[in-house]
């Protein structure tokens, strides 16, 4: 039998608990428990005004900033929104029922003005780093490096030739940004290469077409994962140019090791990382095992014989041809002594003229020049080395186990939903990314350590 629909009078008096609402496995419950902000008031104390109206908390701006990037609510209107409603939200930004969700407005005034002064986002997503190695999840020994492009907030369609600069009339936070960095390794100064195109909206975003589909303004987020649990121990964002991504490597192992002691002894990378002057710094000057193919153009397509074919002696600095004549850097002696390194950072190893024309190999080794020539990098110790680690198991392992890093790169853009930016400038483009990899370990630290069982009467 079907029922009535019945209108009682409502209770006068409701007793409600937000704590009993909120499901015990929800996500933000096992966030909850290792998000630490009780240094974020002391962090940024010095940045307010002692005198005025009370502001709002910052430690609410950045939970509701968490439960943004958390959950992929890339807008901070519907995040506002989204706080309001849901009770989960609520309670884990200390809410309750009657809080008041702050306008959308607060977020920009205060990251535009004292977040950024005080690197408040960076101070956070190095304390979620450090709860990450507390609880284990670091091993320190293996590191993984990529990078990944993230389409900026820049329209294609408006845009002007890289060669003519920016219109003069031109002005905006984003500009003025773009030219604080064009000497930073990061940005401007990677590489002296003008860009085919330039977004008067976002200067520092860079005209791409790496994915082989049509070109866009991306920036580049590169990341450092530890490889035990893929926990990403430093991000950076550059401009989306290789020169950039390999020079922002460097920058994460160096800040790693002087923010965290992290010291790690083997580096998993590809073939873009693979360089000659990269691989040296790897080996030479912070003591890493590279396991990185090595970027190698030295072989030749038309038949004659590459530079393998030719035998280094270490002791005389020679080489020798397949038909035992020696290739020597110099043929004579010099009144002044040449410098050792060359300015190119290539040696050049000469054969004899006379010794090429008599050789009846000739067509086969240097059909169009006088005399053979092999170049030798200053940096072909190191590269020896990643190629004889190449050949090892661990290398092996090391390839497989930066597959981490790709399935990273995926959860942040489909997952996360950053597969476009929001905020644009090189300030925009960091804050977005060191809050996006916050999210991504606090994720990672819910799902990996499990909650504390409850005591027993």
Avoid at 240 to 267: N, S
Wanted: with cysteine; glycine share 6%.
């Amino acid at each position: 039998m079907m029922g009535d629909r019945r209108v009682d009078q409502g209770a006068l008096f409701y007793e409600f608990s937000l704590e009993r609402h909120v499901p015990t496995d929800h996500m933000l419950r096992a966030i909850d428990r290792f998000v630490d902000l009780d240094g974020v008031r002391a962090h940024v104390a010095p940045f307010y005004s002692p005198i005025g109206r009370p502001s709002i908390d910052p430690e609410l701006l950045i939970r509701m900033l968490i439960v943004g990037y958390c959950f992929g609510i890339r807008s901070e209107r519907r995040l506002c929104e989204e706080v309001h409603l849901n009770l989960a939200y609520r309670w884990f930004c200390r809410l309750g029922l009657d809080g008041d969700v702050p306008d959308h407005s607060t977020f920009s005034k205060n990251r535009h003005g004292r977040f950024r002064e005080c690197d408040l986002l960076r101070h956070l997503f190095e304390t979620v780093v450090d709860r990450c190695m507390s609880e284990g999840l670091v091993g320190g020994e293996g590191f993984a490096a990529d990078a990944s492009l993230i389409k900026a907030e820049a329209n294609r369609q408006r845009c002007v030739p890289g060669a003519d600069g920016l219109p003069p009339e031109a002005a905006s936070r984003a500009i003025d940004e773009y030219l604080a960095v064009l000497d930073d390794a990061a940005f401007g100064g990677a590489t002296p290469v003008v860009p085919q195109f330039i977004s008067p909206a976002d200067p520092a975003a860079r005209w791409t077409g790496a994915d082989k589909g049509p070109a866009y303004f991306a920036y580049a987020t590169n990341c450092l994962i530890d490889l035990d649990h893929a926990v990403i121990v430093d991000v950076e964002a550059t401009t989306a140019v290789r020169q950039a991504e390999v020079g922002a490597v460097r920058t994460m192992i160096e800040r790693v090791r002087e923010r965290h002691d992290l010291r790690p002894a083997r580096l998993a990378a590809d073939t873009a990382y693979g360089s000659a002057e990269m691989l040296d710094w790897l080996v030479n000057k912070q003591q890493i095992a590279p396991h990185i193919p090595v970027i190698d153009k030295s072989g030749r397509d038309d038949g004659t014989f590459a530079r393998s074919d030719f035998t280094y002696d270490p002791a005389a600095d020679t080489y020798r041809c397949p038909t035992g004549k020696t290739l020597k850097r110099n043929r004579r002696a010099f009144r002044t002594p040449r410098p050792n390194a060359p300015p190119d950072d290539t040696h050049r190893y000469r054969a004899s003229k006379a010794d090429c024309d008599a050789c009846a190999l000739k067509s086969r080794c240097s059909p169009n020049t006088p005399a053979r020539k092999v170049t030798r990098s200053i940096y072909k110790a190191a590269r020896d080395l990643a190629r004889e680690i190449a050949k090892t198991d661990a290398y092996v392992t090391s390839r497989r186990e930066r597959k981490k890093m790709e399935m990273l790169f995926a959860h942040l853009k489909r997952i996360l939903k950053l597969d476009r930016l929001r905020l644009r400038g090189p300030q925009g483009a960091r804050d977005e990314f060191h809050l996006a990899a916050t999210a991504q370990n606090l994720r990672k630290l819910a799902k990996l350590i499990p909650p504390p069982c409850p005591a027993t009467a």
